[in-house]
């Protein structure tokens, strides 16, 4: 019969070792010969991560990188989501004969290349020092939106800068702010991711509005080279205490792709495609729904989209406080099934104010939980050693999600709603929703079959 060694004899050989015998490994009688061995360690190279494990667990450094994380989100997703200021000028003023949907395809590639470049990003953090990558990152932002700034005689020059290459440097910024900030927290964890992606929602909050102030008083050229120096200047600072936690020792193989033979990742890899697929529909038609079908004006319809940022961010730090009450993957399994109801029940068979009101603020609250929980459900079923990585390919379902949900939304409500009937198209995110909260389900029962128990 084969005998494998537990870890209790592994150190009883280790002990047996270092008594005595021919193998016996070095004793150190003095702390002068410690410190000798331990000078003689290789140290870092300048691009590599520097180990921090001697910094204490949910201490006070962490949350350090925890503002750090939530500053530049604030800027790397809120440039994504204050893109429909622009998508607005382009097509009154500077590219008229241009199709809408053209144009949206910027901002579609915004955060489709965004989560693409999740696996180099993730490879990126764990071969170089955090703080490297995301400065690099938030210089690409900032230059990408610089030379945007002097494409104004083609929409394809508006795509290679403001949407590809400005994604590739938000992908830098997003994958270390989502991922390190766990390596600082066991008992916090979920509340401090959570308050990192809240950054997201107070960007959209506040650049949004800002980004309509700069257009209309100095045009879109001056308003993105403004926006391109503040988002180097503010990343070049918080980048600067985005530190790894955890040194990842080398491997051989640049992406690890067995993790796809764990049925658990399978599960949330499927949630996160359709989970994806939903979220955009409320985003973009709920405004033109407000205004083509209840008779609202357009403020009322962007207000909407206020309503829902606000209610994000509070969503996104308010699961953080009740995961650790409820379990992790329970927690996302709930706000993931409010999320779709919140369409399915408010928002598709009502046209009144109030239940659109009423929508938005219920699909804010727990869309934000949706999105705040994946990184720390991920954390908790494979650590925190390659979680960059780990949460690279996740954001890989994120991209697959992006180009189904937004694009077929769209053909569903010009083709088969007319352009005007809006049912179709919130069935379609709802149902998509409620198939994610089945996979969630099915993750929870694979990690636990035990109904009651905390996950």
């Not at 002097?150 to 992908?171: E, H, N, P």
């Not at 960059?388 to 697959?400: E, H, K, P, R, S």
Request: aromatic fraction near 10%; hydrophobic fraction near 50%; charged fraction near 10%.
């Amino acid at each position: 019969m084969l005998h494998s060694k537990t870890p209790s004899d592994s150190s009883a050989s280790f002990n047996q070792q270092t008594v005595g015998g021919p193998t016996a490994a070095p004793s150190f009688n003095s702390e002068k010969q410690i410190d000798t061995v331990i000078d003689t360690q290789p140290k870092p190279r300048w691009w590599e991560s520097k180990s921090l494990e001697n910094k204490p667990v949910d201490g006070p450094y962490g949350w350090v990188v925890v503002v750090a994380g939530c500053f530049m989100l604030m800027f790397s997703m809120g440039c994504v989501n204050s893109y429909g200021s622009y998508q607005t000028y382009y097509h009154l003023n500077q590219f008229p004969e241009e199709a809408m949907s053209t144009l949206s395809w910027i901002g579609t590639l915004q955060f489709a290349v965004m989560n693409l470049f999740g696996i180099p990003s993730g490879i990126l953090c764990e071969r170089f020092d955090s703080r490297l990558v995301t400065f690099v990152g938030g210089l690409i932002m900032g230059v990408a939106l610089i030379i945007a700034s002097f494409c104004d005689s083609a929409v394809w020059k508006l795509m290679l800068t403001q949407g590809i290459m400005f994604a590739i440097g938000a992908s830098l910024v997003f994958i270390p702010s989502t991922s390190i900030p766990a390596q600082w927290f066991t008992s916090k964890r979920a509340l401090a991711v959570g308050i990192v992606v809240a950054g997201s929602g107070i960007g959209g909050l506040w650049l949004t509005p800002a980004t309509d102030s700069m257009i209309d008083n100095l045009g879109t050229g001056w308003a993105l080279r403004i926006t391109g120096i503040i988002v180097i200047a503010v990343n070049s600072v918080a980048s600067m205490f985005m530190r790894n936690r955890l040194k990842v020792a080398g491997r051989d193989k640049i992406v690890d792709l067995t993790i796809f033979r764990d049925i658990r990742f399978l599960f949330i890899f499927a949630g996160g495609v359709c989970g994806t697929t939903a979220y955009f529909t409320p985003l973009f038609s709920l405004p033109s729904f407000a205004v083509q079908v209840t008779g609202k004006s357009k403020s009322f319809g962007t207000n909407l989209i206020t309503i829902i940022n606000a209610a994000s961010t509070v969503g996104r730090v308010a699961t953080g406080q009740v995961a650790p009450l409820l379990g992790n993957i329970n927690t996302l399994s709930i706000c993931t099934c409010i999320a779709a109801l919140s369409i399915l029940v408010l928002w598709l068979p009502f046209h009144a104010t109030g239940t659109l009101i009423a929508c938005a603020i219920a699909y804010g609250l727990f869309c934000g939980g949706f999105i705040g929980l994946l990184p720390v459900v991920m954390a908790e079923l494979w650590g925190v050693q390659r979680i960059a990585t780990i949460i690279g390919l996740l954001y890989v379902a994120n991209f697959a999600g992006t180009m189904i949900g937004a694009p077929s939304s769209g053909a569903i409500l010009d083709n088969i709603g007319g352009g005007t009937n809006f049912k179709p198209s919130i069935a379609f995110s709802g149902a998509f929703m409620m198939i994610a909260f089945g996979f969630f389900v099915c993750l929870r029962v694979a990690t636990n079959s035990r109904l009651l128990k905390r996950v």
